[in-house]
């Protein structure tokens, strides 16, 4: 997920507080939503933006069906 990590160093840059506040909000969805970068949720993040992931090589467990969807779900809002 860099776009919107790269917007809002863009957005900071060229002084745009209230944008630059837009895209931090959506940064601490996605780390949020994706447990802050555990595998199977950036798998499933990934998968949510179109592009093929697979499963985790490492034993772990399956991602609850909601949690997948509250992924789904941050990534359609903010339109990656």
């Known amino acids: 997920f860099p776009a919107p990590f790269l917007k809002l160093r863009d957005a900071i840059a060229a002084?745009?507080?209230?944008?630059a506040a837009v895209l931090a909000a959506a940064a601490a969805d996605l780390v949020a939503v994706v447990h802050a970068g555990e595998i199977r949720?950036?798998?499933?993040g990934l998968e949510?933006?179109?592009?093929?992931?697979?499963?985790?090589?490492?034993?772990?467990?399956s991602?609850?069906?909601?949690?997948?969807?509250?992924?789904?779900?941050?990534?359609?809002?903010?339109?990656?």
Do not use: H, N, S, T
């Open 15 to 19: 002084g745009q507080d209230e944008e």
């Open 41 to 44: 949720y950036l798998k499933a």
């Open 48 to 61: 949510a933006r179109g592009m093929p992931a697979g499963p985790a090589r490492a034993a772990v467990a």
């Open 63 to 80: 991602l609850p069906d909601a949690d997948r969807e509250a992924i789904r779900k941050a990534v359609a809002r903010w339109a990656l």
